[in-house]
């Protein structure tokens, strides 16, 4: 395993990124943390686990392994913003909730930042951009999906609840409108779901750099609730009898993006 990702290579041109399922620490961040965050709370807990018949489907798999309190891996390196509301940036400093993160004066420095970002954030975009490329060498497309997940209710970064399914495409920018159209029907078909496409979770760094659909490659972000497979309060426990639903929905996903995906490469040859 390598020390900053886990990657497996597929035989389908699909891959699947989870950047927010690390909970690996540096000791100077750890060392830093109010204590509330060393419980890491605001991590994509359980994802692995969740998604881990997607290997049966041929589907790549690439997951961090460092938390996002050390480097957030689906924010731009230059730090740019990606929404106009309250987010996180590329080295958080508050909880998702915006209360502070570090102790008062303990915050990472730009030194070690600079040492995450060349030893973290930057080995992980080498290989989903090596793993894109060598699909598309392949198949003739690559089908990203960037996985993640969050509590229902986060007040600092919307109103009221989520609904459970939240796809995100970059307003229609990083995967084709037809594919994102699949996919939300393989939503609307899971009975007491709730559903929306391009909300509040529009697709991050990752989706908006490499969804280029005029290129072949075709990214899509799922922003799925946590308690729809899993207790969001501390111990953050898996729960089998809410996750099986999910992965049947997950799977059923999964497979229509597989399906579209042969369905344009018979099309274009």
Known sequence: MDEVLEFSRGRTPLLIGMPHAGTLLTPEVEAALV??????????????????????????????RYSR???????????????????TGLFPTTFLDGTP????????????????????WRPYHETLAAELARLKAEFGYALLFDAHSIRAVVPWLFEGRLPDLNLG??????????????????????????????????GGYITRHYGRPEQGIHAVQLELVQCRYMEEQEPFRYREDLAGPTRDVLRALLEAMLAWGREQGRRSR
Do not use: I
Request: proline residues 11%; hydrophobic residues 40%; glycine residues 8%.
């Open 35 to 64: 204590p509330a965050a060393r419980s890491l709370p605001d991590t994509d807990w359980h994802l692995p686990r969740l998604y881990d018949f997607a290997a049966g489907l041929g589907a790549s798999l690439l997951a961090g």
């Open 69 to 87: 309190y050390v480097v957030d891996l689906n924010r731009p390196p230059d730090d740019s913003p990606l929404y106009a509301s309250p987010t």
């Open 101 to 120: 993160l570090f102790q008062p004066g303990r915050a990472p420095a730009p030194a070690l930042r600079a040492e995450y970002l060349q030893r973290v």
């Open 169 to 202: 495409t970059h307003s229609g920018a990083s995967c084709d409108p037809r594919l994102a159209e699949r996919l939300m029907a393989v939503c609307a078909a899971a009975e007491g779901y709730g559903r929306v496409l391009d909300g509040r979770f529009k």
